[in-house]
T-cell receptor, first 108, second 111 residues
Framework: AQRVTQPEKLLSVFKGAPVELKCNYSYSGSPELFWYVQYSRQRLQLLLR??SRESIKGFTADLNKGETSFHLKKPFAQEEDSAMYYC??????????FGQGTRLTINP | GAGVSQSPRYKVTKRGQDVALRCDPISGHVSLYWYRQALGQGPEFLTY????????KSGLPNDRFSAERPEGSISTLTIQRTEQRDSAMYRC?????????FGEGSRLTVL
C-alpha cells in the first residue's frame, strides 16, 4: 500500500539554522509529492509540489527516487516558519495521502 | 465566499446521535474531498467527488458514514449513530489543478 512516513513528530531548531523535515514514501508507480503546511490559527495549505520545482518561502524539496524521499529543506530558518508540516502523495487519479506531520518550532 | 466554508465549526453530540457536517467549496471547483484528522495524526482520506459523482469512498470507515454532493456544489458528510471513536477534526477541501484548498474544519466531539 502507498504510504507516507514522516519520522519526526517534533523538530526544534534555532533561528538562522538550517532546517530539514524528512519524508519517505512507498509507491509502486511514479509519485507526485507535495508539502502542505498549517500555521497557527490558519488553514492547511499547499506549500510546494515536486513537479513545479519551485522554492516557496525559501523552502525546497527534491524528489529522490532512489531513496524514496522528499525531504523539505530551508538553509536559514525564520521564526515565522514555525508550523505543522505534512508530506503527501497522490494515489491513483486524485486521492491525496498524508503523512502524520512534523511540528516545526523555530527558537529565537 | 473566497474560501472553502465548513459548518458547524464545533459540534458536541451524545453517543448514538446522528450528525451532519456541511462543506461549501470554492465556486467552480470540480473536486471536493473529505478528510478526518485525529489528534496527533495527519489527515486521513474519507471520500471525494467530481461534480456530483462520488468517485472514491474507500476511506469511509464503515456504513455509518456517508457523503453526498447532490448538485455538484455543497456536500454533506453524515455520521449515523455516532460513537466516541468518531471524535475528530473533519476537513473538507476543494480542488483546482491538483491543489487542495482546505476549509477550517469541523471539530466533532462525541460524549
Amino acid at each position: 500500500a502507498q504510504r507516507v512516513t514522516q519520522p519526526e513528530k517534533l523538530l526544534s531548531v534555532f533561528k538562522g539554522a538550517p532546517v530539514e523535515l524528512k519524508c519517505n514514501y512507498s509507491y509502486s508507480g511514479s509519485p507526485e509529492l507535495f508539502w502542505y503546511v498549517q500555521y497557527s490559527r490558519q488553514r492547511l495549505q499547499l506549500l510546494l509540489r515536486h513537479i513545479s520545482r519551485e522554492s516557496i518561502k525559501g523552502f525546497t524539496a527534491d524528489l529522490n527516487k532512489g531513496e524514496t524521499s522528499f525531504h523539505l529543506k530551508k538553509p536559514f530558518a525564520q521564526e515565522e516558519d514555525s508550523a505543522m508540516y505534512y508530506c503527501a502523495l497522490i494515489q491513483g487519479a486524485q486521492k491525496l495521502v498524508f503523512g502524520q506531520g512534523t511540528r516545526l518550532t523555530i527558537n529565537p | 465566499g473566497a474560501g472553502v466554508s465548513q459548518s458547524p465549526r464545533y459540534k458536541v453530540t451524545k453517543r448514538g446521535q446522528d450528525v451532519a457536517l456541511r462543506c461549501d467549496p470554492i465556486s467552480g471547483h470540480v473536486s471536493l474531498y473529505w478528510y478526518r484528522q485525529a489528534l496527533g495524526q495527519g489527515p486521513e482520506f474519507l471520500t471525494y467527488f467530481n461534480y456530483e459523482a462520488q468517485q472514491d469512498k474507500s476511506g469511509l470507515p464503515n456504513d455509518r458514514f456517508s457523503a453526498e454532493r447532490p448538485e455538484g456544489s455543497i456536500s454533506t458528510l453524515t455520521i449515523q449513530r455516532t460513537e466516541q471513536r468518531d471524535s475528530a477534526m473533519y476537513r473538507c477541501a476543494s480542488s483546482l489543478a491538483g491543489e487542495l484548498f482546505f476549509g477550517e474544519g469541523s471539530r466533532l466531539t462525541v460524549l
